[in-house]
Structure formats: structure tokens, C-alpha cells
């Protein structure tokens, strides 16, 4: 068995709002990199550590995490829609052991699951179902979260689970790193947004559209420096980036939750994915960045990264 990780931000501007086209054309270098660094592990299962952004999950009922048994993709943003490969065997294994390590997981096996997990795939395999895979949700948007320290012991608890798999297993983090999209938030949304923050799953295409006009003309404005997004923080990046390379989880998760807040916007809470996939793969035993890959692309409203790393 052996494990390799990617690390990666999503963004469901890209496509719809690029930056300039040197920038894009470096990012799909970039992840052009990171798909032949996957293939050359050629992994047999993928473990994706990924957000919802109330798509999947709503508060009807909103847990920390979710290991999904069975999921399918709800197509936002133009991006494919359907059925996942998930091994449900490899799903039950993991969610036990988490289970066991004292992480409460919950297992669904009907997990709906958007951008947030589906881009990394089709960033890494051009497809859904290319490789067996297990999506483990973690909720970095509902509030009240837990502290980020637990996504750490999640990740531990998965990278001890797979070990026992006799497969090559990729571990991948979607998401961050600093940034503050239009994502609504519960104490703060009008009673029609309520309304779809608890009961919202499965809006009508007209619904999707407006709300992802809605998030495009808002990159517009914040690439533009207007709006109320709090900007992105290339420092708080660097620091998230050189700490995780380091293995030093608690300069990242040892901050309560208003840090990642006030200093990276509220969708930082994201880096949790990129927590767990690397105490996912600390669990081997020490590792090495092999390539990583920073830029803040206000278009796309992400201080945007991709890393890859193999235990040593
Ligand atoms: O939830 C949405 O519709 C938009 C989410 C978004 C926007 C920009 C960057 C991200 O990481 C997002 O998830
Ligand atoms: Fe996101």
C-alpha cells in the first residue's frame, strides 16, 4: 500500500470568469503537472477531503463530516453531473476506523456533492467515475464549525484506515486557500435564503443560474476591488502552504476558528480539506512536497494553490 496526496483550490469561476490568459495558461500547467503526477501513481482509490457549499448538505441536517458510501454529482457550474465510482467496501473501512479512532463521521449513502469535490477529480482525471473513489465531506461553511484540530484527527484516522487497504491510494484536499465568496451564511441570510440553506437541495435549473450569475458578477466586482468580500491574504497562504509542507499542523489548526476568519475570509475555513488530506498522508509516516504552486487569482476569488506530496 502506499499513499500520495494532492492538494488543490477549486473555483467554479474557472471557465466562466478567468483572469488573464497568461494566468490561466499557467494554472493549467500547473495542473497539467499535477494530473502527471498522478498518473505516474496511477492510484486505485481517491480519497477526496472536500467541502459542500450547500449543495449536498443543508442544515435539514449538517454534519462535520460525512464519508460517502454512494454519491452522485449535482452538476453545478456546467461541471459533469451523476453517479461517482465509490467503493462502498473501501467507504464502510474507512468510516469504521474513524468511527473507532473517536471521529464521528456520519456515512451517507446517498451523498450529493458539488464543485468542491467534482473539480479536483475532473482537474486530475477529466472525469467522474475514472477511478474508484471515496468523497469524505467536511463542513467548512455551516457554522457552528468544530475546531480545525479535528479535521487533523480525521485525517490521521483515514490515512491509518487505508494503510490497511493493500492499494495505491491518492488523498486529495480541495478547496482555499484565503478567500470570501458570496457563500450565504445562516445568522446573517434573509428568510428566503433560510429557506434555501435548509430546504434547498435540488433548486430548479432557473435557481442554479441565478445563483451562479449571481457569484460570477460578484467575482466581477471583487477582481475589480469592490464589494464586501474581505480580500484574499497571500501571506496567510504562504504560512498555510510552508506549515502543512513542514507538517506542522498546529500552526495552522491550533488558531480557534476566528483567525481563519478574520485573516483569510470565511471560505478559509476550506484549508480543513487540505488539513485532513496531509495528516492523512503524515500518517504514513514523513513525507516530501514535490510540487507546490501558489498564486491569488482575485477572478476566480481564490488565493489559489496546488500541491503534491509522497511519503519520504
Ligand atoms: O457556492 C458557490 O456557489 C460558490 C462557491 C465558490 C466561489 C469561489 C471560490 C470557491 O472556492 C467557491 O466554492
Ligand atoms: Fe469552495
Given at each position: 500500500m502506499t499513499v500520495a496526496l494532492c492538494?488543490?483550490?477549486?473555483?467554479?469561476?474557472?471557465?466562466?470568469?478567468?483572469?488573464?490568459?497568461?494566468?490561466?495558461?499557467?494554472?493549467?500547467?500547473?495542473?497539467?503537472?499535477?494530473?502527471?503526477?498522478?498518473?505516474?501513481?496511477?492510484?486505485?482509490?481517491?480519497?477526496?477531503?472536500?467541502?459542500?457549499?450547500?449543495?449536498?448538505?443543508?442544515?435539514d441536517m449538517m454534519p462535520p463530516f460525512c464519508v460517502?458510501?454512494?454519491?452522485?454529482?449535482?452538476?453545478?457550474?456546467g461541471l459533469p453531473a451523476g453517479p461517482l465510482d465509490v467503493d462502498r467496501n473501501a467507504a464502510y473501512a474507512i468510516a469504521k476506523h474513524a468511527l473507532a479512532a473517536g471521529v464521528d463521521v456520519a456515512v451517507s449513502e446517498d451523498m450529493q456533492v458539488d464543485h468542491g469535490l467534482v473539480q479536483p477529480l475532473t482537474f486530475l482525471f477529466g472525469s467522474l467515475t475514472a477511478v474508484p473513489v471515496v468523497p469524505v465531506f467536511i463542513n467548512c461553511v455551516a457554522e457552528p464549525l468544530g475546531p480545525a484540530v479535528r479535521a487533523r484527527?480525521?485525517?490521521?484516522?483515514?490515512?491509518?484506515?487505508?494503510?490497511?487497504?493493500?492499494?495505491?491510494?491518492?488523498?486529495?484536499?480541495?478547496?482555499?486557500?484565503?478567500?470570501?465568496?458570496?457563500?450565504?451564511?445562516?445568522?446573517?441570510?434573509?428568510p428566503e435564503v433560510v429557506e434555501r440553506l435548509k430546504r434547498g437541495r435540488n433548486p430548479t435549473r432557473e435557481q442554479r443560474a441565478q445563483r451562479e450569475s449571481g457569484t460570477v458578477a460578484a467575482a466581477a466586482d471583487f477582481a475589480?476591488?469592490?464589494?464586501?468580500?474581505?480580500?484574499?491574504?497571500?501571506?496567510?497562504?504562504?504560512?498555510?502552504?510552508?506549515?502543512?509542507?513542514?507538517?506542522?499542523?498546529?500552526?495552522?489548526?491550533g488558531h480557534d476558528n476566528d483567525w481563519f476568519v478574520t485573516e483569510a475570509g470565511h471560505s478559509a475555513h476550506e484549508v480543513r480539506t487540505w488539513i485532513a488530506a496531509y495528516a492523512a498522508l503524515a500518517a504514513q509516516g514523513p513525507y516530501d512536497v514535490r510540487s507546490s504552486y501558489y498564486r491569488p487569482i482575485p477572478e476566480w476569488f481564490a488565493g489559489f494553490a496546488t500541491t503534491t506530496a509522497l511519503p519520504r
Open positions: 492538494t488543490t483550490s477549486h473555483s467554479p469561476l474557472i471557465g466562466l470568469h478567468d483572469p488573464p490568459p497568461e494566468v490561466r495558461a499557467e494554472v493549467d500547467g500547473v495542473l497539467t503537472r499535477a494530473r502527471a503526477f498522478v498518473e505516474k501513481f496511477d492510484p486505485q482509490l481517491v480519497v477526496v477531503f472536500a467541502p459542500d457549499h450547500y449543495n449536498g448538505f443543508l442544515y460517502g458510501a454512494a454519491a452522485s454529482s449535482v452538476g453545478d457550474y484527527l480525521l485525517g490521521t484516522a483515514v490515512g491509518e484506515a487505508v494503510r490497511g487497504l493493500d492499494r495505491r491510494v491518492l488523498v486529495v484536499g480541495s478547496g482555499g486557500l484565503s478567500h470570501d465568496p458570496p457563500v450565504p451564511r445562516l445568522a446573517e441570510a434573509p475589480q476591488g469592490e464589494g464586501p468580500y474581505r480580500p484574499l491574504n497571500p501571506d496567510w497562504d504562504d504560512l498555510v502552504l510552508r506549515s502543512l509542507a513542514a507538517g506542522d499542523f498546529g500552526a495552522v489548526d
